[in-house]
């Protein structure tokens, strides 16, 4: 069993779609970037590159090259888990939380825990959102920021005269 850590943030703009964990919320100001600022996503990236000790986000899909301009989080996810899967290693929990004053994720939460279960194929009763403000304070309080911060638990599979594929869907 492997853990691995991950921690992002984005300036909030005006005239950007808000997206976090793959979804679109209705909200007059989104995360700026060359991608589409997921932090979430990217956070997640993150914390699987360093379960592996692949390095980090800026190694992989630097915001120099073209290729990732406005690429969705959701990409760089599906691309991490391959380079993880050829070295056995598969996510199998994840927990986090999501730093922001609005908008309110309420019960946004589950729809966004189950995304990331889906993105991940593992059950939806091991991952979790939770979400913090800042009691208005700093540049997330002042809603001028949005960050997150994940925490993955990744497994070795070693094949055992069988597969080590994931389970279908
Ligand atoms: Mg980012």
Do not use: C, Y
């Not at 100001?29 to 990217?42: A, E, F, I, N, W």
């Not at 979400?131 to 070693?158: D, F, H, N, P, S």
């Amino acid at each position: 069993m492997r853990l691995g850590l991950g921690f992002d943030i984005h300036r909030l703009v005006p005239g950007r779609p808000f997206i976090l964990g793959g979804v679109t919320f209705d909200h007059p100001r989104g995360p700026s970037g060359h991608s589409d600022g997921d932090v979430l996503l990217h956070a997640l990236v993150d914390a699987l590159l360093g379960a592996a000790a692949l390095g980090d986000i800026g190694d992989h899909f630097p915001d120099t090259d073209p290729k990732w301009k406005g690429t969705a989080g959701s990409v760089f996810v599906i691309e991490t888990l391959a380079l993880l899967a050829k070295r056995k290693l598969f996510p199998v929990q994840v927990d986090s939380t999501v730093f922001l004053e609005v908008p309110k994720l309420g019960k946004k939460k589950r729809e966004l825990a189950e995304a990331l279960a889906s993105l991940l194929d593992i059950s939806p009763d091991r991952t979790s959102v939770k979400a913090k403000t800042m009691e208005g304070l700093g540049a997330i309080g002042a809603g001028e920021a949005v960050a997150a911060q994940v925490l993955v638990v990744v497994e070795e599979r070693i094949a055992k005269g069988g597969t080590t594929k994931r389970r279908a869907k």
